[in-house]
């Protein structure tokens, strides 16, 4: 499953009325850190469609739902799971450490 770019207006839809749980990389395109994670965010939605959704927010596009989640730092990933923040990490991550995030 491709990821899902979030706004203000798709988010409740998408991650707290979602039936699956989502994780949501808060992130921005000059972001080095950032760019160093999108590529294993996305083996995640790879690796774990169906089962998870995965989902992107550009926090220069969508300051509103960063200031919502406390997001000072970025990336940052919040877990959810039937509408509920489960975890948060902020900084980057390997796969390995995701997936164990993911999977607790």
């Known amino acids: 499953m491709a990821e899902v ?14 039936s699956i749980p989502v994780l949501v990389d808060f992130w921005a395109t000059w ?3 950032c760019r160093m994670l999108a590529p294993i965010v996305e083996e995640i939605a790879n690796d774990y469609d169906g ?3 995965v989902c992107k927010v550009d926090v220069d596009d969508n300051a509103e739902l960063a ?6 730092v ?7 799971e039937k ?21 607790q």
């Open 83 to 103: 509408g509920k923040a489960k975890w948060k990490n902020t900084g980057y991550l390997s796969k390995d450490a995701l997936e164990e995030m993911i999977n």
């Open 31 to 33: 972001c080095g850190p």
């Open 74 to 80: 970025i990336p940052t990933l919040i877990y959810f």
């Open 51 to 53: 089962k998870l959704k």
């Open 5 to 18: 770019i979030l706004t203000s207006e798709n988010f409740k839809n998408e991650v707290l009325e979602s």
């Open 67 to 72: 200031i919502e989640f406390k997001v000072n």
